[in-house]
């Protein structure tokens, strides 16, 4: 009998540990505000091309969506550029 509830007490302990984590770095992520990812630099994770439609960076380490101001531009992953805008949920950014 002890060691079936010595097993729910591990499971519910388990599951309040990995509920609490997650929502602690729900917020964490979270606390990263518009205003101040404008002007960052960021590094690119998937290559941006605006004609494939494709790319992804990461700055204040979250990860976003992106575009280059000039359609031609295309960055390569480990490109570092500067966030210029945002708009929608992509981030535009330029090589400086």
Known sequence: MWGWIGCILSAVLVSVCSVYIAVKNRNAALNVSLDDIVGEKCTVIETVDNYAGSG???VKGTEWSARSVDDDDVFEAGT???VVAIEGVKL???KN
């Open 56 to 58: 992804q960076v990461r």
């Open 80 to 82: 570092t550029l500067r």
């Open 92 to 94: 535009i950014c330029n």
